[in-house]
Structure formats: C-alpha cells, structure tokens
C-alpha cells in the first residue's frame, strides 16, 4: 500500500501555521499587571563578580584559590615549568661558613720585635700587589729605651777596646815570628777575629734595620703598616694568599653528621663555589666541630673572611622531586608551595615539604607527584595574583 506524501502547497501552509503559533503564544500568556505590548521587556542584568569586572587578558585567581592565567600573560611573567621526576637523592647539610686562606700557600709578615716601619727598597707594597717569596716588603728598624741603648754603646765600646787589644796583641806575635810557637800566634789570630765578629753583631743590632721578607708567593690581602710607625713584637703587619688556594671552615654541631661528607657548593652574588670535604677535627669549638672544604672551582671572586651558606651533601639518600629553589614561594602563613601548571592557563598552588639538595636545588618529598609540571620561573610573580 503506497503511504500519501504531502503536496507542496500542504507543506508551506503547514510551516506558516507553525510559525503562527509560535509567534501568538507569549502574547497569549500575558495577563495581570504585565505589560502587553508587541515587545517583551529587558531581563535585569546580572550582578558580575570581581574577576568579571577584571580585564579579561589579566591574570585572575579563582574563588577555589587557583589562578587562570592566559597564555600573553605568561610570557610576560616569564613563567617557565618542569615535569617532576621521582628519584632517588642524597640528603644535603646546610652549613655556615667562612673563607680562609691555606695555610701551606698563605703567609702572615710579623713584627719579631719592637721597631719603626721603614720603606722598602720599592717602598711599602700596595694591597692586591703580587710578591714573590723572599722579596722585602718592609724594613724594621729596632727602638729602644735610652737606658737600654746606652748599655748597647757601652757593650760595643768594650768590644771596641778588646779588639784593638787582640790586634796589636797579633801584630807583636807576627814580629816575633820563629821565637814564639805557631800555636800562641794562631790562638791570637783567632782571638782577633772572634772580638771583631761580636763587635759586627753588637754594632748590626744598634743601627742596622730588619728586613721583613714575603714567606710564600700570593697576593697581598692585608697591610696594616705605614711609613713611621712604630710596631710591638708579634703585631701583624701583613697578610699574603693565593686566591687560586683558598679553603672553607664550617662548624658542625652533630659529629654524626660528618660521616660521609663529600662535595659540597655554596652560592655568591654572580656565581657558584664547588668544594671538596678535606678534613675535620676531632675536638669541638664552641660545642660543634670544625670542617674543612677546599674550593675547587668558582665562578665569582672570593674573599678571605667572607661567610657562605654551604650545602654538603652526605651518605642518606631521600625520594623526591628535584627542583629549583626559585620553584618554592613562602606563604604568610609560614607553608610552603609551588605552582602546579594544571590546564594550559591554570595553576593551582601545593604544600610541600622538601629538604636541601645543593646550593641551587631541593628535594620535594610531600606535595608532587610524578609528572607534574611545576612552575621553576616565576613562580613568586603568580604568588602576587589576586
């Protein structure tokens, strides 16, 4: 049985009616107090939030706290993440420390005894000068008391009366040579000689000044002398490093921890340090112990007396997610978080826990998981989104 299909002209009228009624029925369920002309009154306008009101190119944080921000934006921030690799890592110390020079390439010029400071023979060396070992820095001229000084010139005259004895005392003997044994004259001739070398000794140490030498070849860090001054026994008068050769000490409260002790770096403005463990004591200093690490590279100038936030790392190891100090953004409320890249222009914030890799990284043990990006850059920028 064919089915009856409807004719154009059916079909058109049909679609008119449809629209018909469309059209009648707002107007059809009008009634009361409403208005009833042809056009429908506006819809009130919603009330917009503080994040609407916001441009919408800007950063914006969310009412659950995380952060929509669109992709111009985060290359303006600079924002720059990292996927999070779980691994194996061994736990770092974090010490406080201070340059010293070595002691075997580094020297000090001390005063042996009471004197004025005198130029030497290119005058007093200027600070960061080189020296080489045994060059004269300085010259020491001894003082003394008058009393003392008056003893010295009548030792010295005495010496001088004994000496011209002796030598008139060898002349005779020479003149008479043959008529009195060889031994009387020899023992003479040595007598001269010994009152002459005492009567030097005496007469150097009244007027003759003392040469101050560089033990060691370096740099000279220090000088604490100028021209006239007069200096006691054992005062310091210079300092002598070689900045290719200098070490780090490091105070250790808990000598457990000092087991297993390895490599260790530091950072400085412009730079890193790399150093190595040397050695430590085996007797405390102010209830901790001292460590010594020698620096085996730098890439920034270091300072004799300069302090450094060491991270040493040793035998424990810890699982976690290695990232970047800069990742970590302190609360006011004392946590600590870093910014997790959920959607490419979301991020939400992590609590964590973490403990020091080295000087430029940490070891996040609660609060990432594997392949989570994490923001590295940035990340104190996004903290000041509101």
């Known amino acids: 049985?064919?089915?009856?299909?409807?004719?154009?002209?059916?079909?058109?009228?049909?679609?008119?009616?449809?629209?018909?009624?469309?059209?009648?029925?707002?107007?059809?369920?009008?009634?009361?107090?409403?208005?009833?002309?042809?056009?429908?009154?506006?819809?009130?306008?919603?009330?917009?939030?503080?994040?609407?009101?916001?441009?919408?190119?800007?950063?914006?944080?969310?009412?659950?706290?995380?952060?929509?921000?669109?992709?111009?934006?985060?290359h303006q921030l600079g924002l720059r993440t990292q996927a999070a690799q779980v691994q194996r890592?061994?736990?770092?110390?974090?010490?406080?420390?201070?340059?010293?020079?070595?002691?075997?390439?580094?020297g000090r010029v001390q005063a042996t005894q009471a004197g004025r400071i005198e130029a030497g023979p290119s005058g007093l060396p200027m600070l960061g000068a080189t020296v080489r070992k045994g060059q004269v820095l300085a010259y020491l001229r001894?003082?003394?008391?008058?009393?003392?000084?008056?003893?010295?010139?009548?030792?010295?005259?005495?010496?001088?009366?004994?000496?011209?004895v002796a030598e008139r005392k060898l002349a005779r003997y020479a003149q008479l040579e043959g008529s009195i044994p060889q031994k009387d004259i020899d023992a003479a001739r040595i007598e001269r000689d010994a009152l002459r070398q005492r009567r030097e000794a005496v007469r150097n140490s009244v007027s003759q000044p003392e040469a101050l030498t560089a033990p060691v070849n370096g740099v000279l860090a220090a000088s604490h002398v100028v021209l006239g001054q007069v200096v006691d026994a054992r005062e310091l008068l210079f300092d002598i490093?070689?900045?290719?050769?200098?070490?780090?000490?490091?105070?250790?409260?808990?000598?457990?921890?000092?087991?297993?002790?390895?490599e260790a770096s530091a950072v400085v403005p412009g730079g890193e340090v790399a150093l190595r463990f040397a050695g430590g004591g085996?007797?405390?200093?102010?209830?901790?112990?001292?460590?010594?690490?020698?620096?085996?590279?730098?890439?920034?100038?270091?300072?004799?007396?300069?302090?450094?936030?060491?991270?040493?790392?040793?035998?424990?190891?810890?699982?976690?997610?290695?990232?970047?100090?800069?990742?970590?953004?302190?609360?006011?409320?004392?946590d600590t978080i870093v910014w997790r890249h959920d959607a490419p222009e979301r991020f939400s914030a992590r609590v964590v826990r973490f403990v020091p890799l080295d000087a430029e990284r940490v070891v996040v043990t609660q609060g990432l998981q594997a392949h989570d990006r994490v923001v590295t850059q940035g990340a104190s920028l996004l903290a000041q989104v509101r």
């Open 89 to 106: 890592h061994a736990i770092a110390l974090e010490l406080n420390g201070k340059v010293l020079p070595d002691p075997n390439a580094g």
């Open 282 to 334: 085996q007797q405390l200093r102010d209830q901790a112990m001292p460590v010594l690490f020698r620096v085996m590279r730098s890439t920034a100038p270091l300072a004799v007396g300069q302090t450094l936030a060491i991270t040493a790392r040793g035998q424990q190891t810890v699982e976690g997610v290695a990232i970047p100090r800069s990742a970590l953004v302190r609360r006011p409320s004392g």
């Open 1 to 74: 049985m064919n089915k009856l299909r409807p004719r154009p002209h059916q079909t058109g009228a049909l679609a008119l009616l449809a629209l018909a009624a469309f059209i009648w029925t707002p107007l059809a369920q009008a009634h009361g107090d409403e208005p009833h002309d042809d056009q429908p009154p506006p819809r009130a306008a919603a009330p917009l939030s503080n994040a609407a009101l916001k441009d919408s190119t800007a950063p914006q944080r969310l009412p659950d706290g995380s952060l929509w921000v669109p992709k111009p934006a985060q």
């Open 142 to 164: 001894p003082v003394a008391s008058s009393l003392e000084r008056g003893n010295q010139q009548a030792t010295l005259a005495d010496l001088e009366a004994q000496y011209a």
């Open 241 to 262: 490093v070689d900045p290719t050769r200098l070490m780090v000490e490091a105070l250790v409260y808990d000598p457990a921890q000092t087991t297993g002790l390895s």
